[in-house]
T-cell receptor
Framework: EDQVTQSPEALRLQEGESSSLNCSYTVSGLRGLFWYRQDPGKGPEFLFTLYSAGEEKEKERLKATLTKKESFLHITAPKPEDSATYLCAVGILTGGGNKLTFGTGTQLKVEL | GAGVSQSPSNKVTEKGKDVELRCDPISGHTALYWYRQSLGQGLEFLIYFQGNSAPDKSGLPSDRFSAERTGGSVSTLTIQRTQQEDSAVYLC?????????????FGPGTRLLVL
């Protein structure tokens, strides 16, 4: 059975304190690894897609990396506005569609 | 441009009543997905549409759940005889196509509470 596990469940950082979020997966045939950000009361907002081991993508203070078994979301010098839940998902090609299997997320709180 | 929209944003209903949730995808997006997000759980896939057909309904939890899409655009998710365990946030996403390279863009969700 396809599984996506995120850790830690919750993370509290001081402003400027860099850290990493982990997403490990066991799937039969990864088609893409997706990172989303979700603010309270809103839908997930797309951040990155990674397709092959060794791939890296960056956006502002965020950098996503991918290996054969896991992905990391590195947050460099975070600010309070980076506080959100970060969701990881894997794309499983089935029935002609791109069904996403999500982890339960890491809830990040960045404090002044 | 306009993103994915969903209505209503919140819905409170009594156990046993039927509810309809609506999704308006991004214009031109042929693929549409419904997911459910329960408290403390990850997003759970419900159903996928390509155009007006639904090749993958594997995530619908029971025969009380159904969905349709008309004109290759608007989709409606219907829950009949609602139960308290149906309380969750129902999210809709759309993408330009159904290839693995396509990004799914999510709407704000409908928060359903069954009393």
């Amino acid at each position: 059975e396809d599984q996506v596990t995120q850790s830690p469940e919750a993370l509290r950082l001081q402003e400027g304190e860099s850290s990493s979020l982990n997403c490990s997966y066991t799937v039969s045939g990864l088609r893409g690894l997706f990172w989303y950000r979700q603010d309270p009361g809103k839908g997930p907002e797309f951040l990155f897609t990674l397709y092959s081991a060794g791939e890296e993508k960056e956006k502002e203070r965020l950098k996503a990396t991918l290996t054969k078994k896991e992905s990391f979301l590195h947050i460099t010098a975070p600010k309070p506005e980076d506080s959100a839940t970060y969701l990881c998902a894997v794309g499983i090609l089935t029935g002609g569609g791109n069904k996403l299997t999500f982890g339960t997320g890491t809830q990040l709180k960045v404090e002044l | 441009g306009a993103g994915v929209s969903q209505s209503p944003s919140n819905k409170v209903t009594e156990k046993g009543k039927d509810v309809e949730l609506r999704c308006d995808p991004i214009s031109g997006h042929t693929a549409l997905y419904w997911y459910r997000q329960s408290l403390g759980q990850g997003l759970e896939f419900l159903i996928y549409f390509q155009g007006n057909s639904a090749p993958d309904k594997s995530g619908l939890p029971s025969d009380r759940f159904s969905a349709e899409r008309t004109g290759g655009s608007v989709s409606t998710l219907t829950i009949q005889r609602t139960q308290q365990e149906d309380s969750a946030v129902y999210l809709c996403a759309s993408s330009h196509g159904d290839r693995v390279t396509e990004t799914q863009y999510f709407g704000p969700g409908t928060r359903l509470l069954v009393l």
